[in-house]
């Protein structure tokens, strides 16, 4: 099974922040890799697709990238509904694996 | 409006069976890929199984394999989850999910999530 090591797994962060979660892949996974935020409670929304593809809907202060096996997730300026935990899932194989995920928690 | 609506869940004695039905709707369900998707809570997201889009073919977690069978009504627009010879660490919230891109050699990406029914396995 591939397996996905995101970091960090909680991030303190104010308002207006710019923030970088960083999933790595434990083999080549090309750019099939999603991205998911979820709050208490809720199931998780889908919000980025092939690393980068950001999913209709979904604010431009979004955005993701991938160099190798390492992928992140950048949220350009933190706003108060995007405290939540984000999961970065592989599609490369027809068995999905999910990173642990990263709360962004207020600071 | 796409619309996954998870039932089925409660509580469960260790070595029971439970099976979890997801209805779905606004999207023309026989087109699609769907998986189960499991959430201990507070913990991570952990992939279940898969259903291909007439049924003919799942694919298994290894944790669930031989004790869990995935099957589909495309007539009734419902997925079902039969959940045999159930585990203490079974218990979990079971979300349904659609998958967007989906292949034999792919899961696809998950673009809509049912709100989830809890399963609890405790004597």
């Known amino acids: 099974d591939i397996q996905m090591t995101q970091s960090p797994a909680t991030l303190s962060a104010s308002v207006g922040d710019r923030v970088t979660i960083t999933c790595r892949a434990s083999q080549n996974i090309n750019n099939w890799l999603a991205w998911y935020q979820q709050k208490p409670g809720e199931a998780p929304k889908y919000l980025m697709y092939?690393?980068?593809s950001l999913v209709s809907g979904v604010p431009s202060r979004f955005s993701g990238s991938r160099s190798g096996t390492e992928f992140t997730l950048t949220i350009s300026s933190l706003q108060p509904d995007d405290f939540a935990t984000y999961y970065c899932?592989?599609?490369?194989?027809?068995?999905?694996?999910f990173g642990q995920g990263t709360k962004v928690e207020v600071k | 409006e796409v619309q996954l609506a998870e039932s089925g869940g409660g509580l469960v004695q260790p070595g029971g069976s439970l099976r979890l039905s997801c209805a779905a709707s606004g999207f023309t369900f026989s087109s699609s890929w769907m998986h189960w998707v499991r959430q201990v809570p507070g913990k991570g997201l952990v992939w279940v199984s898969r259903i291909n889009t007439d049924g003919s073919s799942t694919d298994y977690a290894d944790s669930v394999k031989g004790r869990f069978t995935f099957s589909r009504d495309n007539a009734k627009n419902t997925l079902y989850l039969q959940m045999n010879s159930l585990r203490a660490e079974d218990s979990a919230v079971y979300y349904c999910?659609?998958?967007?891109?989906?292949?034999?050699?792919?899961?696809?990406?998950?673009?809509?999530w049912g709100q989830g029914t809890m399963v609890t396995v405790s004597s």
């Open positions: 899932q592989q599609y490369e194989t027809f068995s999905p694996t």
């Open positions: 999910a659609r998958a967007t891109g989906a292949w034999s050699g792919s899961a696809g990406a998950l673009d809509f």
């Open positions: 092939k690393a980068s």
